[in-house]
T-cell receptor, first 114, second 112 residues
């Protein structure tokens, strides 16, 4: 069964460093998303991406964040200068269609900013 | 602010019983509703989706949607210890391109 994959599973970084989180969505999916979950809190939407551009982003997704689909399979989230409060689990998701779609989540990357 | 509310639990049920999980949402014109299961430290795993008023059954799971009351529920029949997890209600809101708004989740504990 096809699944969303994410690398790395864990990332530890120093405050102010750049990190890139990688995702490989399900191959025939067209819509891609990043969510995050701070420990003990809700899953929060960050950004959606379609046709090589951002279709929607949340207030959390400020200028420190960017997304890219550098090739036909990868989808990346970059945090330019990490802050302590960026420590969270980051989930990539993908869906095949827009309406009445199901978003399938990857296993997540646990980011710890020291 | 469009919200999704769930009772945080824990909801404790004996093995074999029916577990009933509830969710309310504030955006009256929301169209798509999802239940995800999340084990500790893991990612959300889709259990069911529901789009129309009424019941939708899949194995031991039944989702119920009442748009007039802005209420969606999940019933788990014959609960098993392996069902012990946090159950997340997610709503695709109107006016959002495709984002899901999640509730905080209800922790379910099924004891033998």
């Amino acid at each position: 069964e096809p699944e969303v994959t994410q690398t790395p599973s864990h990332q530890v970084t120093q405050m102010g460093q750049e990190v890139i989180l990688r995702c490989v969505p399900i191959s025939n999916h067209l819509y891609f998303y990043w969510y995050r979950q701070i420990l003990g809190q809700k899953v929060e939407f960050l950004v959606s991406f379609y046709n090589n551009e951002i279709s929607e982003k949340s207030e959390i997704f400020d200028d420190q964040f960017s997304v890219e689909r550098p090739d036909g399979s990868n989808f990346t989230l970059k945090i330019r200068s990490t802050k302590l409060e960026d420590s969270a689990m980051y989930f990539c998701a993908s869906s095949e269609e827009l309406l009445q779609e199901t978003q399938y989540f990857g296993p997540g990357t646990r980011l710890l900013v020291l | 602010q469009k919200e999704v509310e769930q009772n945080s639990g824990p909801l404790s049920v004996p093995e074999g019983a029916i577990a009933s999980l509830n969710c309310t949402y504030s955006d009256r014109v929301s169209q798509s509703f999802f239940w995800y299961r999340q084990y500790s430290g893991k990612s959300p795993e889709l259990i069911m989706s529901i789009y129309s008023n009424g019941d939708k059954e899949d194995g031991r799971f039944t989702a119920q949607l009442n748009k007039a009351s802005q209420y969606v529920s999940l019933l788990i029949r014959d609960s098993q210890p392996s069902d012990s997890a946090t159950y997340l209600c997610a709503v695709r809101i109107s006016g959002g391109y495709n984002k899901l708004i999640f509730g905080a989740g209800t922790r379910l504990a099924v004891h033998p």
